[in-house]
Nanobody
Framework: QVQVVESGGGLVQPGGPLRLSCAAS????????MGWYRQAPGKLREFVAS???????NYNYSVQGRFTISRDNTNNRVYLQMNSLKPEDTAVYYC??????????WGQGTQVTVSS
């Protein structure tokens, strides 16, 4: 079992930046892909970004060029740098980590609100 905890959410004005962090506790397995999803009110959870252990990244087209995902393999952390935020980015952001079998462990989520 691994514990996943997000941090860094909050209220930000449109056009502003915000950085999310996610820490995975020590596990008995090597953590593979890490990533982020988000869920806005009344909408389905959607993929935001992911990054492999080798640091290959993928992004939802709606955040491409504005968000950057990165990771620290030594400390089992993943980050999401969000720039040029828009009101439609408002959502609860969830971090996940995968084991070698593709099983995902999820965090509890952190709220991001983009509003003036």
């Amino acid at each position: 079992q691994v514990q996943v905890v997000e941090s860094g959410g909050g209220l930000v004005q449109p056009g502003g930046p915000l950085r999310l962090s996610c820490a995975a506790s020590e596990s008995t397995f090597s953590i593979g892909t890490m990533g982020w999803y988000r869920q806005a009110p009344g909408k389905l959870r959607e993929f935001v970004a992911s990054i492999t252990r080798g640091r290959n990244a993928n992004y939802n087209y709606s955040v491409q060029g504005r968000f950057t995902i990165s990771r620290d393999n030594t400390n089992n952390r993943v980050y999401l740098q969000m720039n040029s935020l828009k009101p439609e980015d408002t959502a609860v952001y969830y971090c996940y980590v995968e084991n070698s079998s593709g099983l995902r462990y999820w965090g509890q989520g952190t709220q991001v609100t983009v509003s003036s």
